[in-house]
């Protein structure tokens, strides 16, 4: 993990494991992206969802 800092002083941990960091973005991600979705966005690529 890696602090950043600005002159507001907000103060931000930032992940920087790829691994975890997709986990955590996995958790929070509602919906699921659907198949029709996928179609619609990502009309080139099979449907593969990303989590």
Same mark, same amino acid.
Not at 7 to 17: F, S
Not at 26 to 49: E, M, Q, S, V
């Given at each position: 993990?890696?602090? !950043? +800092?600005? @002159?507001?002083? !907000?103060?931000? $941990? %930032?992940? /920087?494991? &790829? @691994? #975890? &960091? +997709? #986990? @955590?973005?996995?958790?929070? &991600?509602?919906?699921?992206? /659907?198949?029709? @979705? %996928? #179609?619609?966005? $990502?009309?080139?690529?099979?449907? #593969?969802?990303?989590?």
């Amino acid at each position: 993990m890696h602090a !950043t +800092a600005s @002159d507001d002083g !907000t103060a931000r $941990l %930032w992940e /920087t494991d &790829a @691994d #975890r &960091a +997709a #986990r @955590d973005v996995c958790a929070l &991600a509602f919906p699921a992206i /659907t198949p029709a @979705d %996928w #179609r619609h966005y $990502l009309p080139g690529p099979a449907y #593969r969802p990303p989590c």
